[in-house]
């Protein structure tokens, strides 16, 4: 049966359910549709393994498999696309929206005052030909930016003397900042890491762009400059990265996939307002995200009362918790060696146990250290590896939203249902963002007790109700931004910062040593943080280059910062 005829013959269907009067027969009808809705949501899914299967042989022979066209959008109160939720925030705020819509008027801020005049000029008029009256009525004022990029190659002649007595040369010092630096300045020296994490330059890009304006520079020095002759700025990272927690009221993570020497491994991404943060490591389970929070400290751990409450939720067997409860002591801070030491007395761990008892002591110790600032409200998405490791974990509604999206329904009443449920959660996201302008303890109460209405709501559709059923599971986790205001709803921040990263692997493909890999984390941290700072990016690296430190560090303006923001 063809797709329009079977549509036809559901509609028929659903109008007939309708008009059944009796309420048993009607009960096994939406049984029936449901039933039917499972089998058509197998048979899409097996269509789509179909089809990409097609594809695979179509590309193992040379060809090209079916293109994949996106359908076109409907405007139906639906939020989940960026654009969306701009607008949404800005209605909410009561401000005008950029790029919303062509319809809507579109603010520009002024960047007159943001340029910097390096020269004026005056243009005389030519009064050739014009009246004798002309009088005098000022300045009409125009401003043109233009770059120029010029060498500044300068050859110094350093005076040397011998003394015959000492059998020894001296010469004249070269100026603070070229000496040690070999044979290229620190203009050369500073362009280097914006023309990788900021144009996304591979290193024989960057080596064309110096040809370009007549530097000979050889690709084995802008590898090993880029791989060894920055070290200072890994300092720079950890300084603005414990700073950016310290002065942080929640923390935002998400994690993209990286390349290392062709294995696959993962850049985890921690961000707020102040700061954003890469770190690349092997795996993206609990222990390397907590390893990732705490800036690679070493692991520590701990067993006391709140690692026994985080194993309640692994819900380990009772003869388990018994073995460990008599070998690992209680209340006593233990390094890895000793850890493992108790770990392998205990017989009846199974590699999960042991895993999940690694974890809550680990978590137990970074709770209570106070070595290194400790998160308390992380905001991600519901991978598993980002529970647990904080007191307050919040998530991002974008993310639940898509999991409704995902539900393609065939039968008429559950699509309407869908449509009607996708409505309601849009309008109920809406009013979260009104509260965050103006958070009110009548409007929480509200927004907690709508909650529950709109979530502990069932259909006629089945997996819309098994749907609608894991978001109200997640309530505390989705309403935290009662509690905080400030805290976003979603976690665009932190997938915006993963974007970087996507892109670097798009122009790199991978790094290929450790250092290359720590050197791209830290380039793509200072260069990221110093946007949300408005500090120039080139402008922080030259004057760490050179030496001259006339520039606050990262660390200091976040600081700042935090006490410019409202509470």
Known sequence: MKVKDLQVELNVIDQETAQIESSVTQSI????????ERLAGEHGDLKNKLQELNDEIARLKGEQGKPDIKANKKKDGDLSSEAERREAEANANNETVVNAGENKKRRREAKLPKIKIDCEQICPLDKNGLPDDLIFKGYEELVI?????????????????????????YRGEL??????????????????????AEGNLSEKRILGFFQNFGI????????????????????????????????????????????????????????????????TTPNKDRLSVLSVLTDFMPPQYLYNQPAKQLLDTFKLADKTRAAIDAQLPSDVVMN??????????????????????????AIAFYRQQTDFPVINRLLADDAPQFKLLTLFLGLCWIHDARHYKKLNPVIPAHQRALTDFRSQYWAYYTELLKYKCAPTPNKKDWLSKRFDE????????????????KTLAKKIALLQVLELPQLPLH???????????????????????EKGTKIKDTFLTINQTAKKLGVSFYDYVYDKVTGQCKLLSLAELITQQAQLMPS
């Open 29 to 36: 009808v939406k049984k029936l549709l449901n039933i039917i």
């Open 145 to 169: 930016q233009d770059l120029m990029i010029i060498t500044n190659n300068t050859k110094y002649r350093r005076e040397v003397f011998y003394s015959p007595s000492q059998h020894k040369s």
């Open 175 to 196: 100026p603070d900042e070229v000496r040690g630096q070999g044979e290229y300045g620190p203009g050369i020296r500073a362009l280097i890491p914006i023309l990788k």
């Open 216 to 279: 000979e520079v050889s690709p084995t020095y802008i590898s090993q400059q880029w791989t060894e002759g920055y070290a200072l700025f890994h300092q720079e990272k950890s300084d603005l990265y414990r700073s950016g927690i310290s002065a942080s009221d929640f923390v935002q993570i998400d994690d993209t996939s990286a390349r290392v020497n062709g294995t696959n491994q993962y850049c985890q991404v921690v961000c707020s307002p102040l700061f954003t943060a890469y770190f």
């Open 336 to 361: 890895e060696g000793e850890f493992k030491a108790h770990l392998a007395l205990i017989n009846t761990l199974g590699i999960r146990q042991s895993v999940h008892l690694t974890e809550a002591c």
């Open 454 to 469: 709109l979530f502990g709501a069932t259909t006629d559709y089945e997996e819309l109700n098994d749907r609608i059923a």
């Open 491 to 513: 976690n665009n921040e932190a997938e915006l910062g993963a974007r970087v990263q996507a892109r670097v692997r798009d122009v790199s493909f991978q790094t290929r040593s």
